[in-house]
């Protein structure tokens, strides 16, 4: 087990690695930051003021050394190009929010679909299983934004039961939560189902129930922990996508997290602030990855000696 | 031979054939039923492309054509509504049935196209990684995690940025974005085919490897391809629709659904058709495409029929 988590966590470090060249070359060498950021009317002079004043003039490879260096020194992401403050304070303030929301979201999306998954499998063609499929297609053909407005007309504007955007109250998080989860809970959910479809016809089902062990404990015991393995899986590999979902939500219930402030700054051109979110959220989808592959190994030891 | 003979024959062998034809029918239908909500996805898939294809002769108006006075005019279902634009015009007086007709065209072509960038990249990726192995297989195996931690929204959003929003950068940057999954699937079923017979023996036969991996390969890897890359045309779809919704996406006026979505979103509380309709065309392309999608995996693999 320790050789696979360090291979693992080896692995982890240089993708993480490749990420942070990949983006600061893409965001530091293909854009001009100086026409983005400056009047219109700045000259030759002022450009190179700006570029001198944040190192831009310099090699781009002695750029990136320079930004790794502070990184790993101390989490110093620069200075925001826009907001003259360090990134690390914007991004800091936007980091709680986003994370609570992900994971309330995330909550959500399993809370139903373990239940769900389970009853439609077990409970085959029946109009719950129909209906759950139904849910399923829809969720996948619905833009998250659109879902959104509809869910913030419906009970922000018309019943006025919550919040339309913002934050403050628990009640904020409520309509970009489900939203978010209603991203991510079809797949969870076909998830469980299929994997509670394949678990029932196995042999130590069948011995079980021979056994004569009551059927909801052979569900509970025998079935949900085999049938719950790829939904752990899947709920690592998905956390960057819950993240890319929470940039689309966040924007759309103005919710002050990361997404929404990477917009911002990737409109603004505020590259430092957009470095330093890409580098964050890649970090906690390589960690989610991380902690599904040991959980999984965990779950199934077979997998520690591939 | 007598001529009644002939007539005998003749209407044995009609019969024979009615019978043969009415039996191949009828495997027809009890397929079709089987893959009913793949056949009404195709339906909505086929109507989408016929819709994008012929958009002049089923417009009723210029899609860009403006007119002032008839700003705001609802659908012919609402009060105030009139069969001269039957689903209502838009805040600069444009016909939104023409509107959304057209759209078809820049959704489709966005969705292809994504795909096919996306496709071709991870498809060659996969290829190559899958049948040579060792170093080569590494690195691919490494770029697609990479990619794949890589906030995919922010990604696209940061190429369109850097190359412009332009249609064709759109599609580049949904396209380049996307590859991995291509790729991953390439990949191992390629790694899969390598150490089948009918592979082993081409090699063996002398066959030069870009034959082996065009003519052996490849074919056997149309299925699953196919099958990513229609659920993936619906995705791209969806993804425009947000690009559009930021003003990354297709720039005005062109008739896109996600900037008609976006931009009705200002009027959405009282009119609210503006955005809903556009909304409910991506809704519809999307659960089409993904319905055909679904159908084509269990055609391939029944295996998974119902799961």
Request: proline share 5%.
């Amino acid at each position: 087990m320790r050789q696979y988590i360090s291979k693992k966590l080896l692995h982890a470090i240089g993708v993480a690695l490749v990420i942070s060249i990949v983006s600061f070359f893409l965001l530091f060498y293909t854009a001009d930051p100086a026409t983005m950021l400056l009047p219109e009317n700045a000259d030759d002079e002022d450009i190179a003021a700006f570029n001198a004043a944040y190192g831009l003039d310099r090699p781009l490879l002695v750029q990136y050394a320079d930004y790794m260096g502070k990184f790993i020194g101390g989490f110093d992401f620069g200075t925001s190009w826009v907001a003259k403050v360090p990134a690390s304070q914007l991004v800091g303030d936007a980091l709680w929010p986003t994370l609570l929301l992900a994971l309330v979201s995330q909550i959500i999306a399993v809370g139903l679909a373990i239940p769900l998954g389970i009853i439609s499998a077990i409970k085959r063609n029946s109009l719950l299983d129909n209906f759950t499929t139904l849910f399923v297609l829809i969720g996948q053909a619905m833009p998250l934004f659109w879902l959104g407005i509809v869910l913030m007309i419906v009970f922000g504007v018309y019943l006025q039961w919550l919040p339309v955007s913002g934050s403050g109250s628990w009640l904020h998080i409520i309509l970009p939560a489900v939203t978010l989860a209603s991203f991510v809970l079809p797949l969870n959910m076909r998830l469980v189902r299929s994997g509670m479809l394949e678990v029932m016809n196995q042999d130590y089902i069948r011995t079980a129930r021979a056994k004569g062990v009551f059927e909801n404990k052979v569900i509970a015991r025998h079935a949900l922990r085999n049938a719950t393995i790829p939904l752990v899986t899947v709920t690592g590999i998905q956390f960057g996508a819950l993240l890319g979902g929470a940039v689309v939500t966040e924007t759309v219930f103005s919710w002050p997290g990361l997404g929404r402030l990477a917009v911002e700054s990737i409109r603004v051109g505020d590259f430092p602030v957009v470095q330093a979110i890409v580098m964050i959220l890649a970090g906690f989808t390589i960690l989610a990855n991380l902690a599904a592959d040991i959980g999984v190994a965990w779950l199934d030891p077979r997998i520690r000696f591939d | 031979m007598a001529p009644a003979d002939i007539t005998m024959t003749d209407k044995t062998a009609n019969l024979a054939d009615a019978r043969a034809r009415r039996s191949k029918l009828g495997i027809w239908m009890s397929r079709a039923w089987r893959f009913r909500m793949g056949v009404f996805g195709g339906l909505i898939f086929a109507l989408l492309v016929v819709m994008a294809v012929f958009a002049p002769w089923i417009a009723t108006h210029d899609p860009f054509e403006q007119d002032i006075l008839f700003r705001l005019t609802p659908p012919v279902f609402l009060a105030g509504g009139d069969w001269e634009h039957w689903l209502g015009t838009d805040q600069l007086g444009r016909d939104l049935f023409s509107r959304i007709v057209y759209g078809a065209r820049i959704s489709l072509a966005i969705g292809v196209g994504a795909v096919l960038v996306a496709g071709l990249i991870g498809v060659v990726m996969g290829l190559l990684a899958g049948f040579f192995g060792g170093w080569l297989d590494a690195i691919v195996d490494f770029s697609i995690n990479a990619m794949l931690a890589f906030p995919f929204i922010l990604l696209a959003m940061t190429l369109v940025i850097v190359l412009g929003a332009s249609m064709e950068n759109i599609i580049l940057a949904l396209g380049i974005s996307n590859w991995p999954i291509f790729a991953r699937v390439a990949r191992v079923e390629t790694k899969k085919l390598r150490e089948q017979e009918f592979v082993v023996a081409a090699q063996a036969l002398g066959y030069s490897t870009v034959r082996v991996i065009f003519r052996h390969i490849l074919p056997n890897l149309t299925a699953p391809i196919l099958v990513i890359a229609t659920v993936e045309i619906a995705r791209s779809i969806i993804r425009e629709t947000f690009l559009s919704f930021l003003g990354l996406g297709v720039q005005p006026p062109t008739p896109s659904w996600g900037l008609m979505l976006s931009e009705g979103r200002d009027y959405i509380l009282t009119i609210w058709w503006l955005s809903t309709l556009p909304g409910v065309a991506i809704f519809l392309a999307a659960l089409g495409i993904n319905l055909t999608g679904d159908a084509l995996r269990d055609f391939f693999d029944p295996r998974l029929k119902r799961r």
